[in-house]
Structures are given as C-alpha cells and as structure tokens.
C-alpha cells in the first residue's frame, strides 16, 4: 500500500492555508501546517479517518533559510517532500498614484519573493523524488487588472510570470507547477461569517482623493462581487484537484463566474475587453474633463 503523500501548506493559521490543511488531511494526505499565529492553529494537530495528519509548525517562512527549516521538517517528520502549497497573499488596494512606495514593496516581498524562495528550496527534494507538485494560490489578478488593483495585480502578474517560466523548467524532473486564481474570498476582503465590508475600505480611497468619483463607479460592481465571494474551503477543494490530477492543468479557476471573465480576457482584444470592463464598473458614464478638476 503506497504511503500517503507529505505536503507543506503555507499560512495555515488562516483563511485558505487553514482551510487547504485540514480538506487535504481529511482526504489522505499527511499535512504540515505551517503559520505564525500559535493560538489560530493550536487546534490544527489531528489524525482523520482516511489516514490522514496534520502537524504543525510555528514560525515564518520569509527567508530561504526558514523555507529550508520547514521543508526539512515536513522530510523528518512524514519521509518525503511530494508537494508544496503556498497560499500567501496580501492584498491593497487603490489607485497607483497613491499607493506607497513600502506598501508596494511589501505586496511584493509576501506575494512574490516568499512564494519563490519556498519553490526554490522545495525543487531539489522534489526532484530528488522524481517528482511532486508546486502549488501557488494566486488570484485571478494575476491576469487581470482593473481600477484600483494595479499594485495588487502587479505582485500576481510576477508570482504568475514565475510559475509559468517554473512549469516548463521542472517538467523535465516529473515536477508539476499549478496556479489556483481565485476572485474574492470570504476572510481576505469579505469579513467573517460572509459580512459584506465597505467597498471604499475595500479599495482603499478616502473622500478627499480625486479618485473618489471612480470608487462611486466601481462600487455597486465590487459590491456584488463581496456578496457571491468564495470561501477559503471552495479554494482548498481546487488545491486537492491539482494535487491529485493525474496531469494537473496548469491553472484553474475557483468559480465558474471567475473562468468565464479569464477566459474573456484570452479571448477578446485588449480594447474590447477594456470596454466591457468599463461598462461593467462604471467608468464609462464618467466626464472625463470632470475627472481632472481634482
């Protein structure tokens, strides 16, 4: 009988890590949940049914040396490495004239270079496995950009250039890189229990911006977006897909909704599709004259 597969999963203490640990424990696999927040994940040890663990880790894995530590945990602990799950993600959003020059870098530090430094520690266990999979939740920003996510987007563009260039170098070792793009998710902008939030705390503009006059536009899209978010558990059930495919596609969508406006976006000409999403938001009954008085 084949041993259960060994995966490390990324921000356990919390919404999409905490929800991929226990869905993939509770179908088989033996889990290291790792996280910073000790209290969030004391509940997390456990044995399921089907055979599967979850163990725990505590402690950040920002640096490759704490990617290394982790890795050679989950190796100790279940006696193989067969699949990694990074589920980082730090959103803000606005316009980009007003986004911080640290915020930015910030979004890129946990969006980004952590995401990359844990794949490439991962990749020689891996490929001394002859094989596994490299799994990173993204967001369906990574494709598509629109009014007030450009700094958020461009940390998924490059998480996604990353993954995309990662896929076809690795594939000559048997190892599989997927990307999961989500859209909005309950516990990342929608609060707990599916509370709807503000759209103008969402997008990050105050009354004073000139760009208050497009959040007045966007929000009855963002609104409704916040009402049909998915939850952290719609997410993990597409990780399990990917991890069990026997050739996991390269991407895959979370919700219907969000595979149909990706696939638009492949589809039509950038101005087209630049149109739909304007009318979709708003933006075109906006005076552009009016827009400069600010």
């Known amino acids: 009988m084949p041993r259960p597969r060994a995966a490390l999963v990324t921000n356990a203490d919390a919404g999409i890590g905490r929800a991929t640990a226990i869905w993939l424990a509770e179908r088989g696999f033996y889990v290291l949940a790792c996280g910073t927040d000790h209290a969030a994940m ?65 979004l890129m530090e946990v969006n980004f270079y952590r995401p990359m430094r844990l794949f490439k520690a991962a990749t020689p266990h891996l490929r001394r496995n002859g094989g596994g999979r490299l799994v990173c939740v993204t967001s369906a920003a990574g494709r598509l950009a629109v009014p007030m996510t450009g700094a958020y987007s461009a940390s998924q563009y490059a998480i996604e250039g990353l993954c995309d260039a990662l896929r076809l ?20 902008v ?8 503000d759209p103008g705390e969402v997008l ?68 087209s599709f630049d149109k739909r999403i304007a009318k979709r938001t708003g933006l075109l009954d906006l005076d552009p004259e009016s827009s400069t008085k600010g």
């Open 169 to 188: 170098e690795l594939s000559i070792f048997g190892i599989a890189v997927v990307i999961i793009e989500p859209t909005f998710v309950r516990n990342a």
């Open 204 to 271: 990050g503009v105050d009354t004073a911006s000139p760009y208050h006059r497009l959040l007045d536009a966007l929000k009855s899209g963002v609104d409704h977006q916040l009402r049909r978010a998915s939850t952290p558990q719609d997410v993990a059930t597409v990780v399990h897909r990917a991890l069990t495919a026997a050739r996991p596609k390269p991407r895959y969508a979370v919700t219907r909704r969000g595979a149909a406006l990706l696939w638009a976006k492949k589809v039509l000409p950038e101005r």
């Open 190 to 197: 929608v609060a707990e229990g599916g509370m709807r939030t």
């Open 42 to 106: 004391s509940d997390l040890p456990r044995e399921t049914g089907p055979g599967g663990v979850v163990m725990v880790r505590e402690g950040l894995l920002a640096t490759q040396v704490q990617c290394e530590a982790a890795l050679q945990r989950l190796k100790q602990t279940f006696g193989a490495v067969d699949a990694v799950v990074a589920t980082q993600d730090l959103r803000h959003f606005g316009p980009v004239e007003e986004v911080d020059e640290t915020v930015q870098a910030e």
